[in-house]
């Protein structure tokens, strides 16, 4: 069977098999969303939003890109996050990066990769902007600290970002959350706890 068949089939058995244990789920899914949260989150297929937080469709927002930037010219990102914010009414908005990040590699890296390098730009600033903190460090320890400066910075644009303001301007509950995740354990942390 052709591979994409069978993502179709496993689709099926998973409709199936979710009606089955709900039969109300799919209609009460497709009345409204109403999700508490925002995820900004890293693209990488190993870091899905609701699997790691245990939560059904619907209860989470979910924006991805590599590396899980939140650039200020990014009219994608800014478009999610003020639906979120201004339509959804959500009241986290949760930064959520990962060791391990491929992007944050490849800034460190610095080698030409294509157009992403123009993206990872972002990132190699960090590296410029943080060389301080990251000096001493082995390979391993630099990336994985870079990865949380990278969250911490994203999260921070997050809160100067103009939608943002103004919501929190007019009294509207949100709180901005800098976590990152591990592949190693599953565990998130919390970085603005620490």
């Known amino acids: 069977m052709c591979e994409i068949k069978q993502l179709l089939e496993k689709n099926r058995k998973w409709s199936e098999a979710t009606t089955a244990n709900n039969p109300d789920f799919f209609q009460s899914l497709a009345r409204q969303q109403s999700p508490r949260y925002l995820w900004i989150g890293c693209s990488d297929s190993r870091v899905p939003a609701n699997q790691i937080l245990d939560l059904p469709p619907g209860d989470v927002f979910v924006h991805r890109n590599v590396a899980n930037l939140v650039v200020h010219t990014d009219f994608n990102c800014l478009s999610v996050l003020q639906y979120a914010v201004d339509v959804l009414k959500v009241e986290h908005i949760i930064v ?59 999260a921070s644009n997050v809160k100067r970002n103009s939608i943002v303001r103004e919501a929190l301007g007019r009294g509207q509950k949100l709180q901005i959350h800098s976590w990152i995740y591990s592949l190693k354990d599953g565990l998130l942390k919390d970085l603005a706890s620490q």
């Open 96 to 154: 959520c990066g990962h060791y391990g990040c491929g992007g944050v590699d490849a800034a460190l890296q610095n080698n030409s990769l294509g157009l992403i390098d123009n993206w990872l730009g972002h990132i190699r600033d960090l590296v410029h902007k943080y060389k301080a903190d990251l000096s001493g460090l082995s390979a391993h320890e630099k990336a994985a600290k870079l990865c949380e400066i990278n969250v911490l910075e994203q």
